[in-house]
Nanobody, 129 residues
Framework: QVQLVESGGRLVQAGDSLRLSCAASGRTFSNYAMGWFRQAPGKEREFVAAISWSGGVTYYADSVKGRFTISRDNARNTMYLQINPLKPEDTAVYYC??????????????????????WGQGTQVTVSS
């Protein structure tokens, strides 16, 4: 049973920094791509960032490029999202995700299709202005 547990979300001020974590269990973490998504109040869930199984390839949504950094520690079975600086529009529930299976070179497209993924319960980030 794959489990994903996010942590690190809290109330912060605009301009602050924050690091979110996603701890994974239930299978060999280093064999699978991972990603972060977010859902703001009244909006649909959207893609934020993705990272390959080795950590060597990353992708970002245009809205977060230059401010968000995705990384992973395969020895600790944990993925991270560093956010700096935070903006009020970053207020959302942040979810981590990983595909049900390995898709090889097609991992990124697979991850973007939400029905292909395991999901965590989310962690709330609130940014005050």
């Amino acid at each position: 049973q794959v489990q994903l547990v996010e942590s690190g979300g809290r109330l912060v001020q605009a301009g602050d920094s924050l690091r979110l974590s996603c701890a994974a269990s239930g299978r060999t973490f280093s064999n699978y791509a991972m990603g972060w998504f977010r859902q703001a109040p009244g909006k649909e869930r959207e893609f934020v960032a993705a990272i390959s199984w080795s950590g060597g390839v990353t992708y970002y949504a245009d809205s977060v490029k230059g401010r968000f950094t995705i990384s992973r520690d395969n020895a600790r079975n944990t993925m991270y999202l560093q956010i700096n600086p935070l903006k009020p529009e970053d207020t959302a529930v942040y979810y981590c995700a990983t595909p049900f299976r390995s898709y090889g070179s097609g991992w990124y497209a697979a991850l973007l299709d939400e029905k292909n993924n395991y999901w965590g319960q989310g962690t709330q980030v609130t940014v005050s202005s």
